[in-house]
């Protein structure tokens, strides 16, 4: 059979963001991938060593509209570590609140992808609908529908009077019953079913061999999610099975988001009916030591893990971290092997990939 | 051209490229493009996934390096005569990234833009009016001026940042944790100026929060579209003028009533006489007077 | 001690022939970090692999200059391992001049895009990378980005915002408000 390569763009890929692929194939059929990154790459981490802490908070939500509560909170626990701060309980559980409301944006949002790329235009068009409750939500609250700029060292930027506490629960209930009901359409639409189960399988052992995370791992049946194995704020006071799937294909990976989506739903409730009064922030202007640390977390693709080291100033001496996307795209070559092409947008979504994170 | 009288507005298509965001623009773009209620469909737009048949180009993100080549590869290929919509800061101005290695900053430099769309990410309503100034443009300036639907604004937006010189004590912290690098303070004989430039602003709300006597504020004013030619009056601007202390006369900058009731609890006759004197001559004066009351 | 930490300490002087030093802290919610500094940058080798027999994760790979740039006198690459949710982090003290490493891909093949990432931002060779290619960066900037920052930094580092300032300020001048 004739081999050929092609280059596929984020056009081909079904993607919103720029990144290349050059895939070989022996007749219709994928045999091997190369990932071509940089597209967005921003020299982000060189750039956080010219901003102060303070500006660093607001630059690394930029990282990736996504996931962009998860990059400022753990940053900012980072920081408090090593200044030995303790946030109070209460900003505590609003930072659990941000992360989670994030988590239903973001599943929500590949959840419509992947619905749009299988033809069910309808329902592409319901799920973006239903999103828009959580963008309005984040709105109201945070006061913008992507970056929250709810995260500060020392705690957090907002305080929820009763008022918007209602009002955040009356919204989470408008939710309810539509992410059920989705659930039950990934799990059992025939069309959905037809076009994902047995797509794309990663297997545990591939899995565990490439060292992916998050609802690539779950969905192949790895139990690991960082709020349960490292937790870090509220989440050794919430409750919450951990959602894992065992057959690592597109249904299982979407299966996954979509639990914790309602999930993510439970958590805030029980975050806002224990939310501890008090402060919500810490004084400002800590002095941070020098040192090295670690700051783990549980973001909407997987585990999110930074390395901080100061020297006393208020700039990073370095400032790294590894994004959930990062480990999971070279698994995609696997997830990919003797598929046909044209299934190609359909599996390199289904892993939720975020470019913007990945190239930084 | 076309055999279509009504409406008599051709419908124009319009044609998306990315240049490195962080999606955030991306993601609001999907949603404005997936929503009715945002209402592109009632301006006559649609978008198209060929450059070729495209009227209008919406650009997004800071211009990496490496996608350069590619972008303006694809750019060109749009026919003339084009309208060039930048959407959020990156494009206008560089954004948060401006100043990388890996960024080549406003995209004015490459290509003419026409109208700028402030904002990190702007809501999709602030999109759509961009938008809709641009097919105005587009149409010799004919068209409906579009009043927004959507969502109307949350009490709380973080829209276009407010300033309030006599409430400012130029202690410039909102310069010092402004990642946007938004905030200029410039020494002028008359006083302390400042100016914030809306096109680099990342809606964050760091410079308020960490304010000392509110100054700055968001405001819920979220349509800062605007076209091209006003690109650099988009600001934000006012002056803390100096003043002589009452008692040795040396110039200074006044301190504001809010910082007097942060650090002296209330207002009182006594207090406010201390906002016209310099620090050292406060301090000998606050000192006299606690030594007074102690007595 | 606990469990997962005096397994780490075994299979590290198991691997490297003595007993290390692995500082561990806890957090304040209790978590566990290890941080250890390997004598030789041969050594990161056998203990990735004794770290594997643990059924350790790689999780991610810093490189950093030592102090901070300007006056960097030499560079760090730490390497962190999750175990099950304790991080344990191997440190390589490198000098300026001729720093290697050996790759770990051969062990972790998510090793493969961490190391290439250093490699074209940091001068550090990678010894038996599968395939070092430039990653992210783009082919006409300069290799080591991170150490030719000085130079390259007044070229063009702060120069766009400065110009875009001057606009800023010359518009005012033009149309006072
Ligand atoms: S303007 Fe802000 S939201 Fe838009 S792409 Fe740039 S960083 Fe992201
Ligand atoms: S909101 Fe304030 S701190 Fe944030 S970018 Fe704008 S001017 Fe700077």
């Known amino acids: 059979m004739s081999r050929t390569v092609i280059t596929l763009g984020p056009r081909q890929l079904g993607l919103e963001e720029p990144m290349y692929f050059r895939v070989q194939t022996e007749g219709d059929r994928v045999c091997g991938l190369e990932v071509l990154a940089g597209q967005v790459h921003r020299g982000m981490e060189h750039l956080t060593l010219k901003r102060n802490f303070y500006q660093n908070i607001t630059l690394l939500e930029r990282l990736c509209s996504l996931c962009s509560n998860s990059h400022p909170s753990t940053f900012c626990t980072a920081l408090e570590e090593l200044a030995g701060m303790v946030i109070p309980p209460r900003a505590e559980y609003l930072r659990a609140v941000a992360d989670e409301i994030k988590r239903i944006a973001s599943h929500l949002f590949n959840c419509a992808v992947v619905a749009h790329i299988v033809g069910e235009h309808t329902l592409f068009r319901r799920v973006m609908e239903l999103r828009e409750i959580v963008q309005q939500s984040k709105e109201t609250i945070y006061g913008n529908r992507m970056d929250l700029a709810a995260n500060c060292i020392g705690g957090v930027r907002y305080d929820p009077d009763a008022g918007a506490i209602d009002y955040l629960k009356n919204q989470l209930e408008r939710l309810k019953s539509p992410l059920e009901e989705l659930y039950r359409v990934?799990?059992?639409?025939?069309?959905?079913?037809?076009?994902?189960?047995?797509?794309?399988?990663?297997?545990?052992?591939?899995?565990?061999?490439?060292?992916?995370?998050?609802?690539?791992?779950?969905?192949?049946?790895?139990?690991?999610?960082v709020r349960k194995k490292s937790p870090y704020g509220a989440y050794d006071r919430l409750s919450f099975q951990v959602a894992i799937e065992g057959a690592g294909d597109v249904r299982a990976r979407a299966l996954v988001r979509l639990a914790e989506a309602r999930q993510a739903v439970s958590l805030i409730e029980q975050c806002l009916d224990q939310l501890p009064n008090g402060p919500v922030a810490l004084a400002s202007f800590p002095e941070v030591p020098a040192g090295e640390v670690i700051a783990k977390s549980e973001a909407p693709r997987g585990e999110l893990i930074y390395y901080l080291k100061t020297d006393g100033t208020d700039l990073p001496v370095r400032l790294k971290w590894r994004v959930p996307s990062y480990p999971n795209w070279a698994a995609l070559g696997e997830m990919l092997k003797g598929e046909p092409v044209s299934r190609i947008p359909l599996i390199v979504n289904s892993i939720d990939p975020c470019i913007s994170c990945t190239d930084r | 051209?076309?055999?279509?009288?009504?409406?008599?507005?051709?419908?124009?298509?319009?044609?998306?490229?990315?240049?490195?965001?962080?999606?955030?623009?991306?993601?609001?773009?999907?949603?404005?493009?997936?929503?009715?209620?945002?209402?592109?469909?009632?301006?006559?737009?649609?978008?198209?996934?060929?450059?070729?048949?495209?009227?209008?180009?919406l650009i997004t993100g800071p211009l990496t390096v490496r996608s350069k080549g590619k972008v303006l590869a694809e750019y060109a290929q749009v026919p003339d005569p084009k309208i060039t919509v930048l959407i959020g800061v990156c494009p206008i101005s560089g954004g948060a990234f401006r100043d990388s290695y890996a960024v080549l900053g406003p995209l004015d430099e490459f290509l003419a833009a026409d109208v700028n769309i402030p904002g990190c990410p702007p809501r999709p309503e602030a999109i759509v009016a961009g938008i809709a100034e641009a097919a105005r443009l587009w149409r010799g300036g004919e068209g409906p001026q579009l009043a927004p639907a959507g969502f109307p604004a949350p009490a709380n937006l973080r829209g276009r940042m407010s300033y309030r010189a006599e409430a400012c004590v130029g202690c410039r912290m909102c310069q010092h944790v402004c990642a946007g690098g938004a905030i200029r303070f410039e020494e002028q004989e008359a006083g302390v100026s400042f100016t914030l430039w809306h096109n680099s602003c990342l809606f964050c709300g760091m410079c308020s929060h960490y304010c000392p006597t509110g100054a700055l504020t968001p405001t819920g004013e979220w349509n800062l579209a605007h076209p091209q030619a006003q690109k650099y009056q988009m600001v934000e601007q006012g002056v803390v003028p100096r003043i002589s202390c009452s008692c040795c006369g040396v110039p200074m900058l006044p301190v504001v009533p809010e910082l007097m009731r942060k650090g002296y609890r209330a207002l009182t006759r006594e207090t406010a006489q201390l906002q016209t004197l310099c620090s050292e001559c406060r301090q000998v004066r606050s000192i006299g007077g606690l030594q007074r009351c102690t007595k | 001690m606990h469990e997962v930490e005096a397994r780490v300490e075994l299979v590290l002087a198991g691997a490297l022939g003595a007993r290390q030093v692995v500082a561990w802290r806890r957090d304040v919610k209790g978590v566990a970090s290890g941080w250890c500094r390997l004598g030789e940058p041969e050594q990161v080798?056998?203990?990735?692999?004794?770290?594997?027999?643990?059924?350790?994760?790689?999780?991610?790979?810093?490189?950093?200059?030592?102090?901070?740039?300007?006056?960097?006198t030499g560079r760090e690459v730490a390497y962190h391992f999750d175990l099950d949710g304790t991080t344990l982090t191997l440190t390589l003290?490198?000098?300026?001049?001729?720093?290697?490493?050996?790759?770990?891909?051969?062990?972790?093949?998510?090793?493969?895009?961490?190391?290439?990432?250093?490699?074209e931002l940091y001068d550090i060779e990678v010894l038996g990378h599968p395939n070092p290619g430039r990653l992210f960066v783009d082919r006409s900037l300069e290799p080591a980005l991170f150490e030719r920052l000085i130079p390259y930094s007044t070229f063009i580092n702060g120069a766009s915002g400065e110009k875009l300032w001057r606009q800023v300020q010359a518009a005012q001048q033009e149309n006072p408000s």
């Not at chain 3, 001049?97 to 051969?106: E, F």
Request: hydrophobic share 45%; net charge negative; proline share 7%.
């Open chain 3, 45 to 72: 080798l056998p203990a990735a692999r004794a770290l594997a027999g643990l059924g350790a994760r790689l999780s991610m790979v810093s490189a950093s200059l030592v102090p901070a740039a300007p006056n960097a």
């Open chain 3, 93 to 119: 003290e490198l000098p300026l001049q001729g720093a290697r490493v050996p790759s770990l891909t051969p062990v972790y093949r998510n090793a493969d895009w961490q190391e290439r990432e250093f490699r």
């Open chain 2, 1 to 57: 051209m076309h055999t279509c009288k009504v409406p008599p507005a051709p419908k124009l298509r319009l044609y998306r490229i990315n240049t490195g965001s962080c999606n955030g623009c991306d993601v609001e773009l999907a949603a404005t493009e997936a929503l009715t209620r945002f209402g592109l469909e009632r301006l006559g737009l649609s978008f198209t996934a060929d450059p070729t048949q495209a009227d209008l180009v």
């Open chain 1, 186 to 225: 990934f799990e059992d639409a025939a069309v959905l079913r037809a076009a994902t189960e047995g797509v794309g399988v990663l297997t545990r052992e591939q899995a565990n061999e490439f060292g992916v995370v998050g609802p690539v791992a779950r969905a192949a049946g790895i139990d690991y999610d």
